[in-house]
């Protein structure tokens, strides 16, 4: 896995509205795969913090979001300036 893919991921994983089966998608990794990486990546708390952040969102699970969303991050999250 390149630096790139490697961050992207990681970025993904730390963003709200990304859920892991877009991950999954990208990238070929499951959810459990993704925990590894990021506890793999981060230092120890970063992991607790981002660990605490994602149990339970509803916006990290396509199967647990609202059918009315259908993007996986905010509109002007990559507007080209």
């Not at 993904?12 to 089966?21: G, H, I, L, Q, V």
């Not at 149990?55 to 999250?77: D, E, F, I, N, W």
Request: charged share 30%; with cysteine; hydrophobic share 35%.
């Amino acid at each position: 896995m390149s630096p790139q893919d490697l961050s992207r991921i990681i970025e993904m994983a730390w963003e709200d509205r990304t859920p892991f089966e877009a991950i999954e998608n990208d990238y070929g990794l499951s959810e459990a795969a993704v925990i590894q990486l990021m506890r793999r990546s981060l230092k120890r708390s970063s992991f607790r913090l981002w660990r605490k952040r994602v149990s339970g969102r509803k916006t990290k699970h396509a199967s647990l979001r609202s059918p009315a969303v259908t993007r996986a991050y905010c509109p002007s999250q990559y507007r080209h300036r």
